[in-house]
């Protein structure tokens, strides 16, 4: 979403934020179909703080967002022409103080005493009249802080307050529906980092997806997105799209691996009335459903050579034929492709179309698999998970044991970000209580190990011993005074053990 759709898209949220019809609830006015879209979400936020700045009549706006395992407050969105970030620690500054207290704050012009941060307005310059802050709360936890500055008119009045307020209500209920939510709990362990909704991960090989993703979704050009399994390659087309100037046309997935060599042609060029027996009318494919928008051409690697041809001559005529028909139609659409399997020896094997290859990969975006992605991304997809679907499955805030925690590092998640997906949904089903253990978890099986080994990647020696603990545990089938015997200590003491993992 780019230039007049994103502010379109703001001013639509902005106006149901200030109760132009009241009662609502966020359901009411953003669909789940906005809610599920992969927009970068500082845009988003931005545009929100943009016009209500405008609307209330003040000089700046900021949005802050708790980071809980840093204890600070952080400028997401702001006005900031002089630095590029404002740290402030829980109850410093007005904003500081209104996180620590859960309460709005206004201030007047004439009140000197007021204990506003001075060093932000000495590092950036700008003087801080008067201001007005509020509390973004969900379920009673401060998640964030709106803050407005200068009033052009006078002081911000009661009635602006309480505007401001209505208003973090709904932007509470909009968090809460993005992949900020489990980042935004108190119980969040990594510090505060996203981009786009939906997407979660902080690693350096993230960030280079996401700024290809950035740079590749403003242009037209074919997108071939690679990467093993499971590793999240249609978020990262459906964030191309959705932050794309066509991002209010249509998103058109074709799975080209599921659909029999027969039918991939007709479900991507539809066919004419009569074309053949049992044709009794004219159908559209995909490429058509796409005009306006984006056509997903996933596992695109497994085309036969007839389809590649004709594939070919759509991106290089941007027009194609019906199956039995004659007029050549336009195609008015976006191509992003994706695929597990490696092209460059399907190219050398004679099965892949070098031709078609070379025009596939304009913009090349290769996802990293779970294993390159470093402890610290798995730790923030453990957390996003476990939210999500503790609150799906109506299991409250859920708890991971540090043993648990330490197994999942140990694992090689050969399935990549789906398969910890479902491992984690499968414990928070079927476990019982608030703290899921590592016997919780299904793991499934990584690379063969010699029968009772275990093994682990560099952990502190506190995670380490749960982890090993557990492990012996699972290997005597739960019987404590055997595992006891193998460990070598008394079960007193593996029975302290376990209740502290």
């Known amino acids: 979403m780019t230039g007049l759709d994103e502010r379109r898209y703001a001013a639509h949220i902005v106006r149901r934020l200030l109760g132009e019809r009241s009662g609502e609830t966020v359901a009411d006015w953003l669909s789940d179909e906005e809610l599920e879209r992969r927009l970068d979400l500082d845009e988003v936020l931005r545009r929100v703080m943009d016009q209500l700045t405008s609307r209330l009549g003040a000089d700046r706006g900021t949005l802050y967002l708790v980071d809980h395992a840093s204890q600070e407050l952080v400028s997401r969105v702001a006005h900031l022409p002089e630095i590029s970030e404002i740290r402030l620690r829980i109850g410093e500054g007005i904003a500081g103080r209104v996180a620590a207290t859960a309460r709005p704050l206004r201030i007047p012009a004439d009140d000197e005493l007021a204990p506003i941060a001075r060093r ?6 700008y003087e801080t009249r008067n201001l007005l802050c509020v509390p973004v709360l969900d379920q009673g936890v401060v998640v964030a802080v709106a803050q407005l500055l200068n009033k052009r008119d006078g002081d911000f009045d009661a009635d602006d307050q309480q505007r401001v307020v209505a208003l973090s209500e709904r932007i509470a209920e909009l968090l809460d529906r993005t992949s900020l939510s489990g980042q935004l709990r108190p119980t969040s362990r990594q510090p505060l980092a996203f981009r786009y909704n939906h997407i979660v991960g902080d690693s350096a090989a993230m960030q280079r997806v996401y700024e290809l993703t950035r740079r590749a979704a403003r242009t037209d050009a074919t997108v071939l997105v690679r990467g093993e399994s499971g590793t999240g390659k249609e978020l990262v087309a459906r964030a191309i799209h ?8 249509p998103f058109v997935k074709v799975d ?13 060029f539809g066919h004419e009335r009569g074309s053949f027996t049992g044709a009794d009318g004219a159908r559209p494919g995909k490429v058509e459903a796409a005009q306006g928008g984006t056509l997903f051409l996933d596992e695109i690697g497994e085309l036969s050579l007839a ?17 039995g028909g004659s007029r050549p139609r336009k195609a008015d659409l976006r ?25 596939l990969r304009v913009v090349e975006v290769c996802l990293p698999s779970l294993r390159e992605r470093g402890g610290g991304d798995l730790d923030r997809l453990v957390d996003h998970f ?19 925690r330490a197994a999942l590092h140990a694992h090689d998640w050969p399935g990549n970000v789906r398969e910890l997906q479902h491992c984690l949904e499968s414990a928070v089903v079927l476990s019982e209580g608030r703290l899921l253990r590592r016997g919780d978890l299904r793991l499934g099986a990584g690379p063969a190990q010699p029968p009772g080994s275990f093994r682990s990647e ?10 090993y603990v557990e492990h012996v545990l699972q290997l005597c089938s739960g019987n404590k005074s055997e595992a006891a015997r193998l460990l070598g200590i008394g079960r007193n003491t593996l029975l302290r053990k376990l ?3």
Do not use: M
């Open 458 to 467: 560099l952990l502190p020696l506190r995670d380490l011993e749960a982890a």
């Open 335 to 359: 191509f992003v492709c994706a695929t597990h399997v490696d092209l460059e020896a399907g190219v050398r094997a004679g099965s892949f179309r070098q031709d078609l290859y070379y025009r």
């Open 120 to 125: 932000i307005d000495s590092e950036t310059g």
């Open 307 to 323: 389809v590649q041809g004709k594939l070919l001559r759509l991106l290089q005529d941007r027009s194609y034929l019906r199956i």
């Open 242 to 249: 959705d932050n794309s100037p066509r991002s209010s046309g």
């Open 256 to 268: 080209c691996a599921a659909l029999p060599e027969t039918l991939i042609e007709n479900e991507l």
């Open 499 to 501: 209740k502290k993992s």
């Open 386 to 404: 476990l939210h999500q679907f503790g609150r799906q499955h109506s299991r409250g805030e859920l708890q991971l044991s540090d043993a648990a």
